[in-house]
C-alpha cells in the first residue's frame, strides 16, 4: 500500500534545525528567529504540516542561501532581495545590483549541480518535456545542470503554455551559437581569450549590450 498523500508531499522536507545544520556552516548567525523574520517578510514561504510546524524544501533551503548571501556580501537591503527573488520567481536571472555582471544564479551554481530528478522537482517539468528540451538543444544534454537551468526551464515552460514550444525555438538557438561565436572573435581580436578572467568580463560585458540591443528591436516589432 502506498503512503498518504500527506506523507508523500511532506517526504524530503526539512525542519528548522535541518535547514540550520545545512546553512549555518556558512552563516553562523543564523538562528531561528531569522528564519522566522525572513518568512514574516515575504521571502521565504515554507510549507505548513496539518500541526503547523515548518517545512522547508531543498529549493527553500538555495533560495535562504541567496537571500543571506546578498544581505552579506553585497549588502543589499530586504527591499531590493526581494525584487530580486520577483524576478527570479518569473523566470529571470537578475543581475545584482552594483555587481554586475554578476547574476543571481552565479551565487547558487558553484554550490551543486542538479541532477535531472531534482531539476524535475524544483521545476514541476515532466521528463518528456526536459527531453524535449534537450533535443531542441535549449538545455545541455546531460544528467546534471547548473541551477541556473531551474529558470530556463522554468522560462521554457511558461512559453509552451503559451504555444512556444521548445521546438520552435531552434531559431533562437541558432542566433544565440552566432552571437557567441561573434563575442568569441572580438573578444579575441581585443587580445583577450574566453575563459580567462579578464576574457570572461569581455564577453560578459558584450553579451549584455547585445541584450539590450536585441530587447530594443523585439520591443519595436511588437510596436511597445
Known amino acids: 500500500m502506498g503512503r498518504p498523500a500527506h506523507a ?7 525542519s528548522i534545525g535541518q535547514v540550520l545544520e545545512r546553512l549555518q556552516g556558512d552563516f ?38 541567496l537571500i543571506l548571501t546578498l544581505q552579506r556580501e553585497h549588502y543589499l537591503p530586504l527591499r531590493v532581495i526581494a525584487e530580486v527573488l520577483e524576478e527570479m520567481d518569473a523566470g529571470r536571472d537578475p543581475v545584482i545590483p552594483g555587481a554586475a555582471p554578476r547574476s543571481a544564479s552565479s551565487i547558487l551554481t558553484p554550490r551543486r549541480l542538479l541532477g535531472r530528478d531534482e531539476l524535475q522537482r524544483l521545476t514541476g517539468a515532466s521528463s518528456r518535456f526536459i527531453g524535449e528540451a534537450i533535443a531542441a ?32 525555438l531552434r531559431a533562437v538557438r541558432v542566433a544565440a551559437e552566432r552571437e557567441a561565436e561573434l563575442i568569441g572573435q572580438a573578444v579575441g581580436a581585443r587580445g583577450s581569450r574566453t575563459g580567462s578572467p579578464r576574457g570572461d568580463e569581455a564577453a560578459l560585458e558584450l553579451a549584455g549590450l547585445l541584450e539590450t540591443v536585441r530587447g530594443g528591436v523585439l520591443r519595436r516589432r511588437l510596436g511597445k
Do not use: C, N, W
Not at 8 to 14: E, F, N, P, T, V
Not at 149 to 157: D, G, K
Open 137 to 168: 538543444g535549449m538545455l545541455p544534454a546531460a544528467e546534471v545542470f547548473p541551477h541556473e537551468t531551474v529558470a530556463e526551464l522554468t522560462a521554457l515552460m511558461r512559453l509552451a503554455e503559451q504555444g512556444i514550444t521548445p521546438r520552435h
Open 28 to 65: 553562523a548567525d543564523l538562528s531561528p528567529s531569522k528564519l522566522r523574520f525572513l518568512e514574516e517578510q515575504g521571502l521565504v514561504s515554507p510549507e505548513r504540516t496539518k500541526s503547523g510546524y515548518r517545512k522547508f524544501s531543498q529549493a527553500h533551503v538555495e533560495r535562504l542561501r
Open 8 to 14: 508523500q508531499a511532506s517526504a524530503g522536507l526539512l
